[in-house]
């Protein structure tokens, strides 16, 4: 990369040369009387210069510029997570649950905003919101909870009437898993029968 940066810069002089001199030409021209036929040649020569010049290094850059391109793996604009494994794992689950809920949030506002749908729709998109907003908060307030009690990497979807956990753990024990359904039993009213709890690791 440092080099074809070198070479840019060569080009770059080069042509800031041309210019000058192709100016210069000009002027002495214009200056000592020369014809006009004189003048126009000495400026296309030196532009047939600068083309010879820039044709030779624009190809030479251009491989460069190829060779480093296939250096470069995967596809471009693919978002990538550097840490791998289970981390990566919860964290993703939780970008998706947050996607899905921007989503849904949009087209029940976008419902509530329409002026020609019925009053009973608007009450119905707004009743969904309410309640899609009570969900966000209750799985906060689980995932805050479960920190507290040593699962720090945890993702928690939550509907009306159940709960899909996800933990960074080796292995849960029946008291671990007491633990995490009496937190989701004290803040909703989802029944522990309802409540899947599952433990993934590296």
Known sequence: MKHLFKKNQIIIATLAVMIAIAGYLNYSGTLF???AG????????VNQELLDISEEDIATGTEEIASNDAEVEGTPGEAVLTNGGADSTVAQAKVSR???RAQNKETLQAIIDNTT??????????AQMVQMTQLSEQEVTIETLMASKGFSEAVVNLT????D???NAEELTDANRAQI????????EIAPENIVITPIHE
């Open 33 to 35: 009387g020369d014809e």
């Open 38 to 45: 004189s003048t126009e040649a000495n400026a296309d020569l």
């Open 98 to 100: 947050e996607q899905v």
């Open 117 to 126: 749908i019925s009053e009973d729709e608007k009450q119905d998109a707004i």
């Open 160 to 163: 009306q009437d159940s709960a």
């Open 165 to 167: 956990i996800v933990v």
């Open 181 to 188: 359904e009496d937190i989701v039993t004290r803040k909703t």
